[in-house]
């Protein structure tokens, strides 16, 4: 009742090949947008910026690109938040030693650093398949992190091994650095969300994506068919970790603003943006953002509730998050593979007939 | 002998020790591999749970203490008895046999004939669960595990290798920790009674009936579910004889879930199949890992321990995709 296509007709290949055919979708989605740009930076504060808003757009570009790999191209990583820390430490290295350069190039050029190093750490899975590349991938996890900590020359000789964010400014207003206001950083981050999503959408929905899902479908029919193994492999390791580091110096420039790496960007961080993945539906642009809403947003509520709500303990509600969110992917896992990206298919079918069951 | 060959051999000998602690976790690995075809990640966290309730036993700790304490303003803490090492040790089998018929009961059940990619995940979500449900059952502080095993230098040793070396250079006996000495007694009786209980009983010939084909177990009558309960009331065994280890060394504490990590590339070097294998690829990166920390730690920074092993696994995997012991069932691309 709710959600109709009838009555939308298609008079052009153009228009029926747009990102949402559906009218509905369609409107809804820049209704959100306009929601996004227009309405909510005038009324964020530091807490929902630091709590909820900049690290779920932050996650939801890891979780993007890990989606192209994993969900898209069928190659499992661990290693996203050793890339994520490539990304932020490039990105503090072309700052402090390019200080003129813009912010949005730095960040651009982190993520194609970071794409480089992903790739090299993609080259196993010519070889191997399955938890066999996992493994692998968790060598690239933990080599990157013993690496930033170990060589000087990444945290330019810091006294304390950690890397802390020059200020930056872009016409006039600092985007970088203590100063900078919650709504900025709202909005630096959603533009590159806005920019990437877009980018990730229209990439699966052509000859790459395609590729990537052949490949992960079947690698010998992939091949048998014409796609080149190596190149769409190597391909999903360069793009997803291009998005992963973008990710990674978003992190830290702009959210953190002073990074410890072993802390920031540890294993669980890994396991966190790929729990993201799986509960928001692998293989799905959509499922990307409600995985990390979901997972971001689930801890502050816990919180809010346990210890905010019933006065427990915040070591007790730590240890209660843990087992909600090891049930919770157990649970999607036997009821729903397919994570909240298919529930959501499966409620706009439902809201199609509704209130008639047929 | 110059004392520094003589150090080189120290830092093997105690390699090889740490290899043998590596290999316990990847023991408990390979038989639930073997057996259901999933690759627990829950391992580490299982040894740590059980360490976890083992200590709680031989304190009296009330579990949920702190949670009931929370929410009914109580302040309960411990019964105020003391168990036995033995009696406590008994007591945790039970449990981890609990958490077996559990697990298979609430999950493995559900997840039949899902791509091993999925079971991994969810005993990645197991893992997390019993991360918080130990911590919430007894406390998340570090605690000492004391089960009546020698700790701390063997003298003896020490003692009698000092004549190596000639008179006057600084080298005074090999250090070799009564610990690891006892682990590696521990360990070697483990696979024999495990390999024993495969080989010449019912039970473990139905339990490798089943990890050669599923199938094939179930037309002749053997219950799968069953299996499953009993290889990982085993795996809780062998996670619990690593819990106690691992526990005793270094204190029961949240990093010992990390173990599990360590074990990955001790399987990927052994293959994932292969008993034998679990502990040969532990001795190699045990001793592999003290030696290169040995030899190029010092020139490039230290710490290598961290990522050596998986490094190790990683070159390996390029030239023998299925470990040492391995079947050939690795699929290649």
Known sequence: MYYREAGDFKTSYRADQQNFPIRFDRIHFWVMMALAFGVVPFFINDYWANAVFVPFLIFAIATLGLNLLTGYCGQVSLGSAGFMAVGAYASYKLMTSFPELNFFVVILLSGGITALVGTAFGLPSLRIKGFYLAVATLAAQFFLVWLFNKVPWFYNNSASGQISVPRREMFGIPITGPETAASTKYLVCLVIVFVLGFVARNLTRGRIGRSWMAIRDMDFAAEIIGVDPLRAKLSAFAISSFYIGIAGALFFSVYLGAVEVGEAFGINNSFLILFMVIIGGLGSIYGSFAGAAFLILMPVLLKNVLVGGLGWPSDLAAHLEFMIMGALIIIFLIVEPHGLARLWAVTKQKLRLWPFPY | MSPDFLYAVEVLLNGLMAGVMYSLVALGFVLIFKASGVFNYAQGVMALFAALTLVGIMNGQVPFSHLINAVFGTSVHEFGWHVPALGAIALTAVVMVIFAF????????????????????????????????????????????????????????????????????????????????????????????????????????????????????????????????????????????????WGSKSGVQFSLAFIALKALPVLMLGGFTSIPGAIVGGLIIGMGEKLFEFFVGPLIGGATENWFAYVLALIFLVFRPQGLFGERIIERV
């Open chain 2, 102 to 245: 559990l697990v298979e009961k609430l999950i493995l059940k559900y997840l039949i004939g899902q791509e091993p990619i999925i079971l991994f995940m969810a005993t990645i979500g197991l893992a997390y669960f019993m991360e918080g449900f130990g911590d919430l059952m007894w406390g998340a502080d570090i605690k000492a595990l004391d089960v009546g095993l020698p700790k701390g230098g063997s003298i003896w040793i020490e003692e009698n290798t000092a004549w190596l070396a000639a008179e006057g250079s600084r080298f005074f006996g090999f250090f070799i920790d009564k610990l690891d000495v006892s682990a590696t007694l521990v360990a070697v009786v483990l696979v024999i009674a495990l390999t024993l209980f495969s080989q010449y009983t019912a039970t473990g010939r139905a339990l490798r009936a089943v990890a050669d084909d599923h199938q094939a177990a179930l037309s002749v009558g053997i219950s799968l579910r069953a299996i499953w309960v009993i290889t990982w009331s085993i795996a809780g065994f062998v996670a619990l004889v690593a819990g106690i280890m």
